[in-house]
């Protein structure tokens, strides 16, 4: 039996107008970045031990948040999908809540919980453990603010993939670990890839709240964005080329997530 094949509905004309001005107000700034960078000098600038130092500390904290946040988010997500408890909504958004919070607010959160004098830093003082204004201090400030855009990305997979398959591995005998190992999450493996890589860009660029609660301390928790803001003050066209480095590695890692998402299709 042949059927009919489905034809594409087609957009309204007018949606392409405000389509290429966001698109236009997006990339010209990137367009201001690079036509701004002295490519003489473009190597030496980025090369710096500054630099270098900077960068290899972001990619290291970056990636160490990006394994809490999935380590931490993927259960948070699967809680929120698939039960159903009081003071649910009340519980999403307030994970939610770093993804419309000041960075700034979140890192004198995280400063008055686990700082010398917080909620929780006395006692770990108690025991000879400081955290803030220390490596441990930024990645818990990356982790603080780059959960949420995981959980979001996981959940919103879950919801889409319904629990069809989860009832039929159940019903042929599968205990829930089983179920959640073998079905749950190769089912979600995309989403988890994609709020992965979301977690790990939005960790890279975080500044607001790794400044307030772990400082700039060259080698230790002076990250890539802090060391820009530095510069701009004192060298702009070092701050212009570690942007674009900045800019470069952020496109560099939503590609790869693409690619990778596009192949377990």
């Known amino acids: 039996m042949v059927t009919a094949r489905a034809r594409p509905t087609g957009l309204p004309g007018w949606v392409f107008v405000p389509a290429a001005l966001g698109a236009v107000f997006v990339l010209l700034p990137l367009v201001a970045i690079v036509a701004r960078v002295d490519w003489a000098n473009f190597v030496p600038l980025i090369t710096s031990d ?44 307030l ?25 929780l830093g006395e006692t770990f003082s108690a025991w000879g ?5 220390s490596s441990t201090a930024v990645v818990m400030a990356q982790t603080f603010v780059s959960m949420p855009f995981l959980v979001v990305s996981l959940e919103g ?24 190992r073998r079905v749950t999450l190769p089912l979600v493996l995309p989403g988890l890839l994609s709020g992965a890589v979301l977690a790990f860009a939005r960790a890279l660029g975080e500044f607001g709240a790794t400044v307030t609660f772990a400082g700039s301390l060259q080698g230790t ?29 952020a496109v560099v890692v939503i590609g790869l997530a693409r690619q990778g998402r596009g192949s377990t299709r």
């Open 129 to 133: 453990i400081e955290i803030a204004f």
């Open 50 to 93: 500054s630099s270098r130092a900077a960068l290899w500390l972001s990619l290291r904290t970056s990636a160490v948040s990006t394994v809490l946040c999935v380590l931490l988010g993927v259960p948070m997500a699967v809680v929120l999908a698939r039960t159903e408890f009081r003071g649910q909504g009340v519980l999403r958004s």
């Open 221 to 249: 928790t002076q990250t890539l964005p802090s060391l820009i803001y530095q510069e701009r003050v004192t060298d702009p066209d070092a701050a212009v080329a570690l942007a674009l480095v900045l800019v470069v590695v």
């Open 157 to 180: 997979a879950l919801r889409t993939a319904g629990q069809r398959y989860e009832v039929v591995a159940a019903t042929l005998g599968a205990g829930p670990s089983t179920v959640f």
């Open 95 to 119: 994970v939610l809540l770093p993804l419309v919070l000041p960075p700034v607010v979140g890192g004198l959160a995280l400063l008055y919980t686990f700082g010398r004098r917080g909620l």
